[in-house]
Structure formats: structure tokens, C-alpha cells
């Protein structure tokens, strides 16, 4: 039950939405209403339609994560079929980055001043329409139609991450946000991540000798002939339309939920913290433009804050980087170990998933955000030594699944914990504008770290590359111990 022993979940009749709730009211505040007001409401009340509400959103998530990463695993496919350089294949991915640094003061204000709803909806519906899209651009001529799809659906990726910490805030009581967040926002992404890395080979398959006739010789002409490049063409045409008609539909029904069912917020708010910011925003128009601009450069004056968004953007890129690069990285070393190599990086996701439930319940429990953040800290850079050691030494391969998967469980916990520990740095500073930098500068450091990787693997310097990996890692666990600012909405809610 919500709301402790005196909680009981209840039908109620609320003139804005009759959401099934579960009540919590506060002893003292409601003693001084029922002095004055004996038949008044309690002004604190969680609805079970929160849970609704998170579904939806993680369900949209997970499509958009899946838009995102379908290409990756099948990269080498991608070029030879659309006849493109590895460049655009990556750009599909990259796309995403680029979007989020360009469009997301505007979706971070829209958000703040229109609610979750328009900006849902409105996220679930560019990925949909960049989804269909590329149903489109299957054809192998098509390929600028699919990176067209895939900027589309990377401008909702902009909607659907700022979102979440607000959702977390907006329905679910303190001791349950952690929980929402790491749900939403962490779980949701990794599990999409998790489906496009398994479902897109598995679906999107070639014979490999044909395809190296067909496309793998650029000096010489092609070993295939005309008819077995048509055979093999038509072939992979029909797998990635499959593919991408799946994809889509699973798009369009999020939207399609995102219409019916999300709601803008509960009818009553589910915590003091979150009553006394709604009672707090009062402005309108260019006034409140511009008091969200103050605001949003005002975080860069928090010290804790700028030194956190520095440690998040490092490790969420690190983590970024390993879902995106993990071939790249390990290849070299075991040149015989393609398709373990892909269910290293499959293994590592799927238990990153359990444990950002688990951090988001510790956390709601505990509100140790330093110890945790520290913890998981220091277990990634210890993993990521343990995994360069192990790579570079090239022991036994399947001896990597023992850091790749601690590598996981660390760095998933950290996503669980970044954004709520952001929140409670900046509040009440908009929940969007906290998550959106950090998303921002995880963005960009991505994009940095990415290249970096690249280059020393086109120069054969793949042992530079994995020291980098450990040495940006030991940065930001450096740079984390010196975070440990005041927890401010927790501090709110122990004083009521």
C-alpha cells in the first residue's frame, strides 16, 4: 500500500480526472484543515494511475532507444546494402548526439511551461513519423530517407529523456521517485538498447561469404555476379522491411497510448516538495521565459552541480561509448570472437538492468546519494582497469564477462542515481533543465570519446585507446569526491 498503515487505495470522483488514488495525508496539516474545513480533501494524495503514466513512457522509450541503436549491430550489412561509407552508417547513430545539443534549451522550456503531456505526446509522434519513415527508406536508394527518419526520431530522443525526472516529480511520491527514475529513464533505455542489439542481427542476417563477393573487394570487380547481387540485395530488403514495419508499429501504438492515457499531471500533487513548486511558478508568457533562462544559467553557479555534470557527462559517455564501440574495442585483440563478442556486449545490458531497479530502490530507502555515487564510481574505474588488463594481456576472452558485466551493473547504477542526485542539487531549479545538461554533456563527451576511439584504432593504436578509457574513468571518479552538496528536497520533505 501507499502512504504507510493509515494508507487504503480508494476510487475517487476529482472534477479534473477521476484516477484511481491511494491517499497520504500529513498528520498536522491535516488536523489544521479539519479545524476549519471538517469535509476538506487532503492536499497530498498519490493516484495508482502514476504507474499508467510511467508504463506509457517507458514503453516510448523503449522505442526510441530502439530506433536509435538498430543500426549498430549491423553496420557492415548497412554499408554494403545502401552502398555508403561507415561515416553515415555511424551519423545514423550520431544523429541522436546532434539533435540533443541543438534542440534542448527549446524542448527543456517547452517542457517547463506546457507539462509532460504536449511534450510526450509530442516525442512519442516524431518517433513514430522517423519510424515510418524509414519503412520508407528500406529500398537500398533510399538511404537519405532513413537518415531523415533517423533525425526525426533523434529529435524525440530530445522530448522523451528531460521528461523523465519531471514525470518522477510530478506523480510519484519521495519515496518512490528514485524507483520512477531508474525505471524511466535508466531501465526503459537500457532495455530498449538490449532489444535492438539482439532483434536487429537476429532478424537482419546475411550470408557472409556472398556478402563479401558482393561488397567486401573495392580494388578488384566483385567475385558475385549480377544474379547473386540481386538475390542477396532482395534478400536483405525484405529482412530490414521485416524489421523496420516491427519497429514502426511499435512506435505508432506508444503514440497511439501517449494519446489516450498520458496525463498531464495528478489532480492533487504527491508530495510537499512538489506542491510547494507548483504553488511557486505563478508567471506567464515572456515573464516566465525569462525567469526560465535565469534559472537555467543560475545552475552554472552552483558549484556541486557543475562539478556533477562534468562527472556524469564523463561516465554516461563511457557507458555510451561501450555500447556504441565494443567491437571496435575488443576485435583487435580476439579477431576470432565476432558473434561472442556481440553477446558480451548483450550480457552486459541485461544485467544493467537489474541493477538500476536495484539502485533506484536503495535509494528511495536510503537517500545515500554520495555513498552510492561514490561506490559505483570507484567499482567502474576498478572494472575498467580489470577489463584493459584483460583485453590486453589476451587471456582466456571469456574471462571479459566478469568486468563487462560488473562494468554494467556500475555504470547502470550511476544512470539511476545521476538524475535524482542532480534534482536534489538544484531544486527547485526545473527537473528538465538539471537532466537536460547533464544529457547534454554526456552528448558531447560522447561524441568526443567516440572519435578519440576511432582514430587510435585507425592508426593501430587500440592499447592507447583502452588507457584513455581508464584514465577519463579515474577523472571522473576523482572529480565526484568532492561533490557533496545539500540534499534540498529531501531537506523540504523532512521538515514538514
Not at 556478402?211 to 580494388?219: D, E, K, L, M
Request: hydrophobic content about 50%; glycine content about 6%.
Amino acid at each position: 500500500m501507499d502512504g504507510g498503515s493509515n494508507s487504503q487505495d480508494v476510487v475517487l470522483s476529482h472534477e479534473k480526472a477521476p484516477l484511481l488514488s491511494s491517499t497520504k495525508v500529513d498528520t498536522a496539516t491535516d488536523r489544521s484543515i479539519q479545524a476549519t474545513q471538517p469535509s476538506a480533501e487532503p492536499v497530498i494524495r498519490t493516484y495508482l494511475w502514476r504507474w499508467i503514466v510511467l508504463i506509457i513512457y517507458s514503453v516510448v522509450s523503449i522505442s526510441v532507444n530502439l530506433v536509435w541503436i538498430s543500426s549498430a549491430p549491423i553496420a557492415d550489412i548497412m554499408t554494403c546494402y545502401y552502398d555508403v561509407s561507415v561515416f553515415w552508417v555511424n551519423g545514423l547513430s550520431e544523429v541522436y548526439m546532434l539533435m540533443y545539443l541543438i534542440a534542448l534549451f527549446p524542448i527543456v522550456w517547452l517542457l517547463d511551461k506546457y507539462g509532460l503531456r504536449l511534450t510526450m505526446i509530442l516525442g512519442a509522434g516524431f518517433n513514430a513519423a522517423g519510424a515510418a519513415l524509414k519503412v520508407a527508406g528500406t529500398g537500398s536508394n533510399y538511404f537519405w530517407i532513413t537518415m531523415f527518419g533517423q533525425t526525426l526520431a533523434g529529435l524525440s530522443d530530445v522530448f522523451i529523456w528531460t521528461a523523465g525526472p519531471l514525470l518522477s516529480e510530478v506523480w510519484f511520491p519521495s519515496r518512490e521517485r528514485a524507483t520512477a527514475t531508474a525505471i524511466g529513464t535508466a531501465i526503459s533505455v537500457q532495455s530498449g538498447v538490449l532489444l535492438g542489439l539482439g532483434l536487429t542481427p537476429f532478424i537482419v542476417h546475411s550470408d557472409l561469404s556472398l556478402q563479401f563477393a558482393v561488397c567486401g573487394n573495392t580494388t578488384i570487380p566483385p567475385f558475385a555476379n549480377p544474379g547473386e547481387t540481386k538475390e542477396w540485395s532482395d534478400f536483405i530488403f525484405s529482412r530490414l522491411l521485416y524489421f523496420n514495419i516491427g519497429v514502426a508499429a511499435l512506435s505508432l501504438l506508444a503514440f497511439i497510448f501517449t494519446l489516450i492515457a498520458f496525463h498531464n499531471a495528478p489532480p492533487t500533487p504527491p508530495s510537499i516538495s512538489r506542491k510547494l513548486e507548483s504553488e511557486h511558478k505563478q508567471s506567464t508568457g515572456f515573464q516566465q521565459f525569462k525567469e526560465f533562462l535565469i534559472t537555467t544559467l543560475g545552475a552554472f553557479k552552483n558549484v556541486h552541480f557543475v562539478l556533477y555534470m562534468i562527472v556524469a557527462s564523463i561516465i554516461l559517455a563511457m557507458a555510451c561509448t561501450m555500447e556504441s564501440v565494443i567491437n571496435e574495442i575488443v576485435h583487435p585483440f580476439f579477431p576470432d570472437y565476432d558473434e561472442q563478442i556481440g553477446y558480451l556486449g548483450i550480457t552486459a545490458q541485461a544485467t544493467s538492468i537489474v541493477a538500476m531497479f536495484a539502485a533506484g530502490i536503495v535509494l528511495d530507502w536510503t537517500k545515500a546519494f554520495y555513498a552510492m555515487n561514490l561506490f559505483v564510481c570507484v567499482l567502474s574505474v576498478v572494472c575498467v582497469v580489470a577489463w584493459a588488463v584483460l583485453i590486453l594481456f589476451q587471456t582466456n576472452f571469456y574471462l571479459l564477462y566478469i568486468p563487462a558485466v560488473l562494468l554494467g551493473l556500475s555504470m547502470a547504477s550511476f544512470l539511476a542515481v545521476a538524475y535524482e542526485y542532480a534534482i536534489e542539487m538544484t531544486y527547485p531549479l526545473p527537473e528538465g533543465t538539471s537532466a537536460g545538461l547533464i544529457n547534454a554533456g554526456s552528448q558531447l563527451f560522447s561524441i568526443v570519446i567516440i572519435t578519440i576511439m576511432s582514430y587510435f584504432n585507425s592508426v593501430h593504436m587500440e592499447s592507447v585507446g583502452l588507457w584513455f578509457i581508464v584514465g577519463i574513468t579515474a577523472l571522473g571518479c576523482l572529480i565526484t569526491i568532492f561533490v557533496k552538496p545539500k540534499l534540498r528536497r529531501v531537506n523540504i520533505e523532512k521538515k514538514q
